[in-house]
């Protein structure tokens, strides 16, 4: 296991890596939650993310590298000001659609900085290959991240999250202009005014990302992605019902959505069911 050295991106924390055991074939970008680091959440999750027939990550995909990148350190408004590590800072804890303006910076910078992450590791597997996700706030920056992707990849697997800007997706797609009924999505220019579009268009102009052309840089294809989400009923931080937003405004867009909450368990990952269930979905990505 090693830190590598982000010489190209040294305004950034150096990623945790672990390399594969054998030849290259996959790469898990995970991210960790607030407050947290790379090299904690990765430890900690290739240690005791067991399955209940003894299995990890590691051992079931021999060829993957895990990659945990770590957040900017910067002044949390929901904790009074406090320095701690946040992909974006939020305005309240108690209510997260409260002052969702403040998140953007942060979104903006961190979306921006695994994109290039995610170019890098592209470089050496297939898109097919590359598995997306998080826990908590990386759950939330990583789910923003999928939607300005503009191809889909392997898979995506959430945990304790939410979707950031939740409303606003929705509201898009509820109130958007849908095409004549006689024009199929098969015609360009019928996709490009799909609902489902001009929701992932904001999301790409809210993370300033640029078209180039003006036109949309995404189509259809880049909903292929399948969509693990997993929460537990007891959560304090982040409540299940946010979890369960995220995963009917991701199936309202079209993606292929697995939604799994477990009744006993608070603000973490299930052992072993959740780690099953995670594992019967990669499965089947």
């Known amino acids: 296991m090693k830190r590598m050295k982000g010489a190209s991106r040294e305004s950034w924390p150096a990623p945790f890596i672990v390399p594969p055991k054998t030849q290259h074939t996959h790469t898990f970008i995970l991210l960790h939650g607030l407050g947290s680091n790379g090299e904690k959440f990765g430890s900690e999750l290739l240690k005791t993310g067991i399955s209940s027939e003894k299995k990890t990550l590691r051992s079931v995909y021999p060829g993957a590298k895990f990659l945990f990148p770590t957040a900017k350190w910067g002044r949390s408004t929901a904790f009074n000001r406090t320095v701690l590590t946040q992909w974006f800072d939020m305005c309240s804890l108690d209510d997260r659609s409260l002052r969702e303006d403040v998140q953007i910076e942060g979104l903006v910078e961190s979306v921006k900085y695994i994109r290039g992450v995610l170019s890098e590791e592209l470089k050496a597997v297939p898109a097919t290959n590359i598995v997306l996700g998080g826990l908590s706030q990386g759950c939330a920056m990583s789910l923003m991240l999928l939607l300005s992707l503009e191809f889909p990849i392997g898979a995506y697997v959430g945990m304790s999250g939410r979707l950031p800007f939740h409303k606003d997706i929705c509201d898009i797609i509820n109130n958007a202009t849908v095409p004549d009924e006689n024009v199929t999505f098969e015609d360009e220019h019928a996709a490009e005014q799909s609902p489902a579009i001009q929701a992932l ?46 995963a009917s405004g991701l199936t309202l867009l079209g993606l292929r959505v697995t939604w799994k909450s477990y009744p006993d368990l608070g603000h973490w990952y299930q052992v072993p069911e959740e780690i099953d269930d995670i594992f019967e979905f990669l499965s089947v990505a």
């Open 201 to 246: 268009s904001f999301v790409r102009e809210l993370l300033e990302l640029s078209d180039g052309d003006g036109e949309s840089a995404v189509t259809r294809n880049a909903l292929a992605t399948p969509v693990f989400l997993g929460h537990g009923a007891m959560d304090e931080r982040v409540p299940c019902r946010l979890g369960e937003q995220a």
